[in-house]
């Protein structure tokens, strides 16, 4: 799909307010505004819909139970619990699954569940429609920014993947989709509110209830929003640092050249509740003959000293038209080698869900240059039935 630049497409207003994206609060204060439930009755009525919504992953008001039957047509009248549409769903052979969902015409991200990370499963979700800030390695940067997705867009990714993998009621043990990331498309931190107010849907108790340890948000250096990200969702941090020197961050990362190396470093000293137990991820991607040389993995130790850290080396996953190659795995391992012996442990990045194109870095390429239609043919996607379910977000 090919985007355009249209920074003032705004999310579609829907007539029906969508219960996905609202906080308990917002919840509370939108049954009172729609007239439908009286104020009294307003936090009584939100928890238990929010069960049904976020525990049960119900979609009909007619199933909720404990709720008047002369109540629940009117609540639908004002109230949508509809899932966006699942345009493409590949599963590679390592178990990788990827969704490409339509939020609204022509919004569409990918979103994927790889099994046997974090606990037991990460689902790696989009905060974004494209990115505004072109990271010379990554393709989702040479896509240019449609639009932030919503609250109700960012949580419908974990519900898609809850359905898929009938995970529904949220277990309490034992599950599939144990962690979140938030290294899909986009940076997350040019759409704090929307992701803030996801991770307090999603990590709700009485809900899909995955904890904020388990909810690692990834960003390319936004330094001025480290601090409103740590206060506001208590979230665990993740860098893509990718270099040690301004000179060559610059180019990589071109956000450096507005916050450079010493006060994102700063940023990181000062995010909040940042210990032992709950460390900073750094990402470094390997870039062959780029950044991948023994004596810039000990500038890299010398960049974390005393920042509680786990580095993730991510061997860098290619493109149709980049440049740049990844580093031979003798390389990786030669830097790998000097960060274990400084007391970092595994820190290389099996490559996920290559053969699908779900891995970093390849997000949404593969829906730009062939379409569904295309791949069925190959045998690489199995139809899913929510393809005739209203995009109603
Ligand atoms: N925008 C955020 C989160 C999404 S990117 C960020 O930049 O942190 C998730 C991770 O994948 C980032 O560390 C990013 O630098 C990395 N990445 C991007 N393109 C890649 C590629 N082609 N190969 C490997 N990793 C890549
Ligand atoms: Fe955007 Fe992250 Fe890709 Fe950079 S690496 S272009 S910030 S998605």
């Known amino acids: 799909m090919a985007y355009t630049l249209d920074l003032s497409a705004k999310p579609d207003t829907p007539s029906l307010v969508n219960i996905t994206g609202l906080t308990r609060q917002g919840l509370v204060e939108a049954l009172i505004a729609s007239g439908v ?8 009525r939100a928890t238990q819909i929010w069960r049904w919504v976020h525990h049960y992953g119900f979609t009909d008001f007619d199933k909720m139970t404990d709720i008047a039957k002369d109540q629940r047509g009117p609540l639908a009248e004002k109230f949508t619990l509809a899932r966006p549409e699942v345009v493409e769903r590949q599963i590679s052979q390592d178990g990788t699954r990827k969704w490409l969902i339509r939020m609204a015409p022509g919004i569409e991200v990918e979103t994927v569940y790889i099994p046997d990370v974090g606990r037991s499963g990460a689902l790696c979700v989009s905060s974004q429609v494209g990115c ?5 390695f990554c393709h989702t940067g040479t896509q240019k920014l449609v ?26 043990e034992d599950r599939k989709l144990s962690n979140i990331v938030f290294m899909g498309m986009g940076e997350p931190l040019y759409n704090l ?16 209830a995955i904890s904020r340890r388990r909810i690692t948000v990834s960003t390319s250096g936004v330094v001025p929003e480290l601090e409103a ?13 990718h270099a040690t020197n301004d000179d060559l961050r610059d180019m990589l990362v071109p956000l450096n050249k507005k916050y450079p190396l010493k ?5 990181i000293r000062n995010y909040p509740g940042i210990s032992n137990a709950r460390r900073v991820t ?5 870039l062959k003959d780029v950044n991948d040389s023994p004596a810039e993995a000990r500038a890299l130790l010398g960049l974390l000293k005393g920042i509680p850290a786990k580095i993730n080396l991510i061997p860098f996953n290619p493109w149709p038209g980049t440049n740049y190659q990844c580093s031979d795995w003798k390389t990786i391992e030669r830097f790998a080698a ?4 400084a007391g970092y442990a595994s820190p290389i990045r099996t490559p996920r869900g290559r053969d699908i194109l779900a891995a970093c870095g390849q997000l949404k390429s593969e829906s730009e240059k062939t379409r569904a239609s295309e791949l069925r043919k190959q045998d690489r996607v199995a139809p899913l039935p929510y393809g005739n379910l209203a995009s109603g977000l």
């Open 263 to 267: 006060e994102l470093m700063a940023g």
């Open 132 to 136: 505004t800030l072109n990271c010379s």
């Open 37 to 44: 439930v009286e104020a009294r009755k307003a936090k009584m």
């Open 193 to 208: 509110d929307s992701v803030s107010d996801a991770i307090d849907i999603i990590s709700d108790n009485e809900g899909i």
């Open 147 to 172: 639009r932030n997705l919503t609250a109700a867009e960012i949580v419908a990714q974990v519900q898609i993947a809850r359905d898929d993998l009938e995970e529904w009621p949220s277990p309490k």
């Open 338 to 341: 000097i960060l274990n012996k």
């Open 282 to 286: 750094f990402e470094y991607v390997m």
């Open 229 to 241: 990200l740590g206060n506001r969702t208590a979230a665990m941090l993740a860098i893509s640092l």
